[in-house]
């Protein structure tokens, strides 16, 4: 059965596995559908924010945590790799695929490299911060850029610099290890055959979960998925 639910475990358990997203062609042979029916639940699942599609062709962008485009979070176990969207994204990746993995980043996506290290579930280095500057009401109006945003620094000083200098506003910062947690969460069910996208209030409550009070967080009370 072709639904919202099995196409999402089809696309992410590749994405896991291989680090690849399934093409058109391999996902209607492997639902025995035709490629126009999984166009149309393929824009269905994205209508939900499932997925993110290439805007010419309908082939898969971006399934969070992974994306099939280069990034500026490089993720590798063994001769395995993938790519993280964004530092939230990375961590959720890292939590999906529940292996000691190495993540290789760049600060405030400039010079300075970081590679953080995932071992039995902890991180090396754990003192980064986190910067959440895009208003999560306003993520998925270019959600490529949202996730673009979202980086890592070593300090409050750090961020404030870059703020100035990109003149990009600053929004919330949270250490490395809360959003650890918190991803661990947020994906933790990414890998479930009957996934279901969260709805804005489950979102909602997961965000108060975490103590994430700052006024990025907020979303208005609405009945759809976030």
């Known amino acids: 059965m072709l639904n919202n639910s099995t196409l999402h475990f089809h696309i992410m358990n590749n994405l896991v596995e291989t ?27 994205q209508e939900i924010h499932g997925v993110v599609l290439h805007p010419h062709s309908s082939e898969i962008w971006v399934m969070h945590p992974f994306s099939t485009a280069p990034t500026n979070f490089y993720i590798q176990s063994g001769d395995k ?13 890292a939590f999906l695929l529940n292996k000691d993995l190495s993540i290789t980043t760049t600060l405030g996506a400039e010079g300075q490299q970081v590679v953080i290290e995932v071992k039995n579930g902890k991180l090396e280095p754990s003192n980064l911060y986190v910067h959440f500057p895009i208003p999560m009401q306003a993520a998925w109006d270019n959600v490529i850029y949202t996730c673009s945003t979202m980086l890592l620094f070593e300090s409050q000083t750090q961020i404030d610099d870059w703020c100035y200098r990109h003149e990009i506003e600053k929004g919330d910062v949270q250490p490395i290890e809360h959003i650890w947690e918190f991803a661990k969460v947020w994906y933790g069910n990414h890998l479930n055959p009957a996934w279901k996208k969260w709805t804005i209030s489950e979102a909602k409550a997961i965000f108060k979960r975490f103590n994430l009070h700052h006024e ?11």
Do not use: T
């Open 19 to 45: 680090g690849r997203a399934p093409k058109i062609s391999q996902i209607a042979q492997a639902f025995e559908r035709s490629p126009d029916d999984v166009i149309s639940a393929l824009k269905a699942l």
């Open 81 to 93: 790799s993938w790519w993280g969207n964004c530092a939230w994204c990375a961590l959720g990746a």
């Open 216 to 226: 990025i967080w907020s979303l208005p009370d609405e009945n759809k998925r976030f």
